[in-house]
């Protein structure tokens, strides 16, 4: 059973471009959510967060979205830089299983220049 | 500060066999955590160690074990390998693990072939 699903395997935009992916999860329980940035041969490495407290959450060019109603949130990266190509995931976890993220299965960015 | 450190790099073994993988995380961090990731199937949780003890489990069979050291480096063993264990070890280290607010730090990873 797939808690958390990123349904776009793929993203191409060019560059200067917004780049929007998304993810919907299925555990109501689940009340934090991050994005993590993977590029090959290297392990992921942390991009934003957001609590399911707050509907936004921006840091510079990225911005994160949650609807926690639809279970839906969403990465923003405006405006998209060719060094942004790279597999995103998206995670989530609740209060009482801290040290364990369920992650998406990534899609992959590429940002065309 | 040095990052997580994983060893091997890269691993072949064959099926049958057993494998273990290293975890150095980062100084300070005494929560170790590891994950498998495979194609279409992203990262999944195996479990996560604490002060030398299992905290947490995902959902995979016993053949997948790990251990926690006093000075917080982790092991991971999978015994009687199987073709379908090939995947890309992580490992991600933070302070305690305690907070939803704590980053989880990933090595980059041991990739296990198996033949």
């Known amino acids: 059973d797939q808690q958390v699903k990123q349904n776009s395997p793929s993203l191409s935009v060019q560059e200067g471009r917004i780049s929007i992916l998304n993810c919907d999860y299925t555990?109501?329980?689940?009340?934090?959510f991050l994005w993590y940035k993977k590029y090959p041969a290297e392990g992921p490495t942390f991009l934003i967060s957001?609590?399911?407290?707050?509907d936004k959450n921006e840091d510079g060019r990225f911005t994160v979205f949650l609807n926690k109603s639809a279970k839906h949130l969403s990465l923003h990266i405006v405006p998209s830089q060719p060094g942004d190509s790279a597999v995103y995931f998206c995670?989530?976890?609740?209060?009482?299983?801290?040290?364990?993220?369920?992650f998406g299965q990534g899609t992959t960015l590429q940002v065309k220049p | 500060k040095a990052g997580v450190t994983q060893t091997p790099r890269y691993l072949i073994k064959t099926r049958g066999q057993q494998v273990t993988l290293s975890c150095s995380p980062i100084?300070?961090?005494?929560?170790v955590s590891w994950y498998q990731q495979t194609p279409g199937q992203g990262l999944q949780f195996l479990f996560e160690?604490?002060?030398?003890?299992?905290?947490n489990k995902g959902n995979f069979p016993g053949r997948f074990s790990g251990r926690q050291f006093s000075n917080s480096r982790s092991e991971m063993n999978v015994s009687t390998l199987e073709l379908g264990d090939s995947a890309l070890y992580l490992c991600?280290?933070?302070?305690?693990?305690?907070?939803?607010?704590?980053?989880?730090?990933f090595g980059s990873g041991t990739q296990l072939s198996v033949l």
């Open positions: 991600a280290s933070s302070r305690a693990g305690t907070a939803l607010e704590e980053k989880l730090f």
């Open positions: 555990n109501s329980m689940f009340d934090y």
């Open positions: 957001i609590s399911s407290i707050k």
């Open positions: 995670a989530a976890t609740d209060s009482g299983n801290t040290g364990k993220l369920i």
């Open positions: 100084s300070g961090h005494r929560s």
């Open positions: 160690y604490f002060s030398e003890t299992q905290r």
